[in-house]
């Protein structure tokens, strides 16, 4: 009887044992794979990670994260010498409607933009362009200089990277496309896209 509940210890503790190895292995095998795909533009290779649902590339010997590859921002339409305005910065002020439909896309873009210009020392400052709840500045296109360029991001017809009156003006039309303004921007300000 005695050796009866001492072999059902045994089968026990290997089944435990068993369970979590194999946890430990497929979480190994499978939880920890960060790169499924890799993509080229320009000598740039992109590696896509799935856990994060991002693209990274080394530009300029910085880690640069999007969520778009630049043949999917392509068709992003860039009127004017946009990027000439933002490139060699050490501040963007970014700025929105605080009751846009699409606030919390434009919300997202612009803190994805302000991670990644933050590795190259770039400041992205964030504010609306009236008072709001949110306690950030007011930001409107009338103040942009030639020192601290303002990106404007508002609704528009078309996805579109335009300039008036010195302000930088992001339009898009949907979420998606809001992120992926913010990514052809990136890739102007970065120089992987004219």
Same mark, same amino acid.
């Given at each position: 009887?005695?050796? $009866?509940?001492?072999?059902?210890?045994?089968?026990?503790?290997?089944?435990?044992?068993?369970? +979590?190895?194999?946890?430990?292995?497929s979480?190994?095998?499978?939880?920890?794979?960060?790169v499924?795909?890799?993509?080229?533009?320009?000598?740039?290779?992109?590696?896509?990670?799935?856990?994060d649902?991002?693209?990274?590339? $080394?530009?300029?010997?910085?880690?640069?994260?999007?969520?778009? #590859?630049?043949?999917?921002a392509?068709?992003?339409?860039v009127?004017?010498?946009?990027?000439? +305005?933002?490139?060699g910065r050490f501040e963007?002020?970014?700025t929105?409607?605080?009751?846009?439909?699409?606030?919390e896309?434009?919300?997202?873009?612009q803190?994805? +933009?302000? #991670? /990644?210009?933050?590795?190259?020392?770039?400041?992205?400052?964030?504010g609306?362009?009236?008072?709001?709840t949110?306690?950030?500045?007011?930001?409107?296109?009338?103040?942009? /200089?030639?020192?601290?360029?303002?990106?404007?991001?508002?609704?528009?017809?078309?996805?579109?990277?335009?300039?008036?009156?010195?302000?930088?003006?992001?339009?898009a039309?949907?979420?998606?496309d809001?992120i992926?303004?913010?990514?052809?921007?990136?890739?102007?300000?970065l120089?992987? +896209?004219?």
């Amino acid at each position: 009887m005695k050796e $009866k509940k001492e072999k059902k210890k045994w089968g026990l503790i290997l089944f435990l044992v068993f369970i +979590m190895l194999g946890t430990t292995f497929s979480f190994v095998f499978f939880g920890f794979s960060p790169v499924t795909e890799k993509a080229k533009y320009n000598g740039l290779i992109f590696s896509f990670i799935p856990r994060d649902n991002i693209w990274i590339a $080394k530009i300029n010997g910085k880690d640069a994260a999007f969520s778009f #590859l630049p043949k999917d921002a392509d068709d992003v339409l860039v009127f004017d010498d946009s990027f000439k +305005m933002l490139e060699g910065r050490f501040e963007i002020d970014v700025t929105s409607d605080a009751n846009s439909t699409f606030k919390e896309a434009i919300a997202l873009a612009q803190h994805q +933009m302000g #991670l /990644t210009l933050a590795q190259y020392n770039i400041y992205v400052r964030k504010g609306f362009t009236a008072n709001s709840t949110f306690s950030l500045p007011v930001i409107i296109c009338k103040d942009a /200089t030639l020192i601290v360029p303002i990106v404007y991001f508002n609704y528009g017809n078309t996805t579109n990277i335009h300039v008036e009156n010195n302000c930088i003006i992001a339009e898009a039309s949907s979420n998606a496309d809001f992120i992926k303004v913010k990514d052809r921007l990136l890739y102007g300000i970065l120089g992987v +896209m004219n």
